[in-house]
C-alpha cells in the first residue's frame, strides 16, 4: 500500500467520524473565469456528494455555472434544483443533493427589486394620494420579498472560494452574516484533503453570533 | 471504532493534508495562497525601494516627502512604512472587525469589561499606523446589533467605556485631523453617548487626513434595510420614481456613503473567526478578507503589517462582468 492509498483510507475514517449534520448548507464561490470548468465543478459535487453534503448553492459572478446548469444536472442524476424541492433544503430527506445556482443578479439586484415590490404593494395599499408608509419596511418584511422575486435559498454556513481572490465576489449580501469563509485556493489546483479540511475544522467550531 | 485509534486518524489526516496542500507561490505577486485563508503567512515578497532610496526617512516631526518621481506623498509620522510593504499598493479603505476582547479577558481570569479596555491601545496603533502610511479610511466594527443581547451590565459599561474614550481622545484626534462618523442604530444608544457622538462628529467634519469611521450599534441587514427606508421616503417626497429605483439607488443610501470610499478594500478580522457577522454586508463584495487567529488586544504592528502585505500580494479581483 503507498501513502495515497494510506491517506485516501484515513480520509474515509475522518469523513465517516464528521458531524456533516452540523453543515446543513454549503455554498460554493467560484471565480467566472474557473467556472468554466465544468468537469471540475462536477468532480467537486461528486466529492461533496460522497462526504455527505447534500444543499450546495453554486456562485460564480457571471452566471457561467448558470449555462452548465444542464450539463451538471445530466452527471449529477441524484441531484434536483432548489426550485424543484418544495420543503426547507435544510431539512429534507438526504437521499439526493438539492443544487442552487446563483449569479449576480441574484445579489444586490435582488435586494433592489425585493424593495421595488414591497413599495409597489405599499403604493396599492395607500392608493388615495400615493402615500407610502416607508416605516412598514422591516427585515422580516425584506426576507419575505426577497423569496417572492426567487431568491429562496438560506443563508450558507459555510462558504468556500476557489479562485485566486480571497473575497465572495458579490455573493448575495442578505445571506452571509454568519457564514463562515474558507479560501481554497484554485479550482486548477483543488484537493479533495484540503476541501475535507475546510469541512473538519468548520464542524469543530464553536459558533458565537455575537451574543 | 475506539477513541484512540480515532484520535490517531485525525493526527494521521492532519499530517496528510499538510503534505497534500499544493506548494505556495513564492513570487511577490502570488496568484493564490493556495491554502486554508486563515493560516495566513504571506509569501515572502522582494524589498520594494524607489529609485534606491528609503520610502521613509523616520522623522518624527510631519514633514511632507516627495518622492523623486513625484508620487503622492506619504506624511512622516515617525513610524516608517516596512520595507516589504508598497506606499502605492496601500488599500485605501481598510475594515476591521475587533474581535476576541472577551476571550482576551477570559483567558487572564479578567471580567469581560478589562478585555474591552484593552480593546483600545490596539486600535490606537492601527489609526496611528493608517495615518503614518497613507490609508485613508479606517472603518472598524466596535458594537454590533447582536451585541446589544448581552448582558445589560456589559453593555452598559461598553458604551460608558465608549463615551469616555471619545471624550479623552478629542484632542489628539484634532491634532492629527482625523474625521470620525459613526454608523449604526446610534437612537438605541445612551442619550449622553449620542450627545457625545454629536459633537464629535461636528468638531471633526472638516478633518481630511483620516476617516475613522465606527460602527456602534451597527448591523449590514440594518444598513441594507435603512438604505430601503431612504429610498421608500425619497419616492414619496418626489425626489425619485418607483420604476428608477436599481441597486445603484440603494447603494447610495447605505451609512458608509459618508465616505468618497464607501467600499473597503481589506477587510481584517481577528480571534481567527471566519465570518463577517453581519458586518457592511452590502459593501464587502470585492473586498479582500484576511482573517488572523490573535486576538484583538493581541493584535500589533507586525499583524498589521502581515494583513497589508498579504493584501499587496494579491490579484484584486472587482468582479467586472464580461
Given at each position: 500500500m503507498d501513502f495515497r492509498d494510506g491517506a485516501h483510507n484515513l480520509y474515509h475514517i475522518i469523513v465517516a467520524s464528521?458531524?456533516?449534520?452540523?453543515?446543513?448548507y454549503l455554498a460554493v464561490v467560484i471565480e467566472s473565469e474557473e467556472a468554466h470548468q465544468t468537469s471540475k465543478v462536477i468532480k467537486l459535487l461528486q466529492w461533496l456528494d460522497s462526504v455527505g453534503v447534500k444543499n450546495v448553492c453554486l456562485y460564480d459572478m457571471n452566471g457561467v455555472l448558470k449555462k452548465s446548469k444542464d450539463t451538471i444536472f445530466q452527471i449529477m442524476k441524484n441531484a434536483k434544483s432548489i426550485e424543484e424541492v418544495n420543503e426547507d433544503v435544510t431539512h429534507h430527506a438526504p437521499d439526493h443533493m438539492t443544487l442552487e445556482f446563483v449569479s449576480y443578479v441574484d445579489g444586490k439586484e435582488a435586494v433592489a427589486k425585493a424593495a421595488n415590490l414591497i413599495f409597489v404593494e405599499n403604493f396599492k395599499r395607500h392608493d388615495i394620494g400615493g402615500?407610502?408608509?416607508?416605516?412598514?419596511?422591516l427585515e422580516s418584511h425584506l426576507n419575505q420579498a426577497l423569496q417572492i422575486v426567487g431568491c429562496k435559498g438560506p443563508e450558507p454556513d459555510l462558504l468556500l472560494v476557489y479562485g485566486?481572490?480571497?473575497?465572495?465576489?458579490?455573493?448575495?449580501?442578505?445571506?452571509?452574516?454568519y457564514t463562515e469563509i474558507v479560501h481554497m485556493g484554485s479550482l486548477n489546483f483543488m484537493r479533495y484533503g484540503s476541501l475535507i479540511k475546510a469541512i473538519y475544522n468548520f464542524t469543530k467550531v464553536r459558533h458565537n453570533y455575537g451574543t | 471504532m475506539t477513541f484512540l485509534s480515532c484520535r490517531f486518524a485525525i493526527f494521521c489526516f492532519k499530517v496528510a493534508s499538510r503534505r497534500a496542500a499544493p506548494s505556495r507561490s513564492s513570487?511577490?505577486?502570488?496568484?493564490?495562497?493556495?491554502?486554508?485563508?486563515?493560516?495566513?503567512?504571506?509569501s515572502r515578497g522582494t524589498s520594494v525601494r524607489k529609485d534606491d532610496a528609503?520610502?521613509?526617512?523616520?522623522?518624527?516631526?510631519?514633514v511632507p516627502y516627495v518622492s523623486r518621481k513625484g508620487v503622492s506623498p506619504v506624511v512622516e509620522c515617525g513610524v516608517p512604512m516596512p520595507a516589504e510593504l508598497r506606499e502605492e499598493l496601500m488599500p485605501k479603505h481598510v475594515a476591521v472587525i475587533m474581535d476576541g476582547n472577551r476571550r482576551w479577558a477570559k483567558m487572564r481570569g479578567l471580567p469581560p469589561s478589562e478585555g474591552h479596555v484593552a480593546l483600545v491601545p490596539p486600535l490606537r496603533m492601527v489609526v496611528k499606523l493608517c495615518l503614518c502610511w497613507g490609508i485613508k479610511v479606517l472603518t472598524v466594527f466596535?458594537?454590533?446589533?447582536?451585541?446589544?443581547?448581552?448582558?445589560k451590565l456589559e453593555v452598559d459599561f461598553l458604551f460608558s467605556h465608549f463615551e469616555r474614550t471619545a471624550n479623552s481622545e478629542i484632542e489628539a484626534i484634532m491634532r492629527e485631523r482625523i474625521k470620525i462618523t459613526v454608523i449604526g442604530?446610534?437612537?438605541?444608544?445612551p442619550k449622553s453617548l449620542q450627545k457625545t457622538i454629536t459633537i464629535i462628529e461636528e468638531k471633526t467634519k472638516?478633518?481630511?487626513r483620516l476617516h475613522l469611521i465606527m460602527a456602534i450599534n451597527y448591523g449590514g441587514k440594518y444598513d441594507i434595510v435603512q438604505a430601503c427606508k431612504s429610498v421608500a421616503k425619497k419616492v414619496q417626497d418626489g425626489?425619485?420614481?418607483?420604476?428608477?429605483?436599481n441597486e445603484n439607488i440603494v447603494e447610495k443610501e447605505l451609512?458608509?456613503?459618508?465616505?468618497?470610499?464607501?467600499?473597503?478594500?481589506l477587510l481584517i478580522r481577528t480571534s481567527?473567526?471566519?465570518?463577517?457577522?453581519?458586518?457592511l454586508l452590502w459593501q464587502l463584495a470585492y473586498t479582500e478578507f484576511f482573517f488572523h487567529k490573535k486576538l484583538w488586544p493581541d493584535f500589533g504592528k507586525d499583524e498589521f503589517v502581515e494583513a497589508l502585505k498579504s493584501f499587496q500580494q494579491r490579484q484584486r479581483r472587482y468582479g467586472f462582468l464580461s
Open positions: 464528521l458531524h456533516i449534520g452540523k453543515l446543513r402615500e407610502l408608509d416607508h416605516q412598514i419596511l485566486p481572490v480571497r473575497s465572495h465576489l458579490g455573493f448575495p449580501p442578505w445571506r452571509i452574516r | 513570487s511577490k505577486r502570488s496568484s493564490s495562497s493556495l491554502s486554508i485563508s486563515w493560516l495566513s503567512s504571506p528609503p520610502v521613509s526617512t523616520g522623522i518624527t516631526a510631519s466596535a458594537f454590533s446589533t447582536e451585541n446589544l443581547l448581552r448582558p442604530d446610534t437612537s438605541k444608544l472638516d478633518n481630511s425626489i425619485i420614481h418607483l420604476e428608477d429605483i451609512k458608509t456613503n459618508c465616505t468618497e470610499l464607501p467600499y473597503p478594500d481567527g473567526e471566519l465570518r463577517v457577522s453581519n458586518f
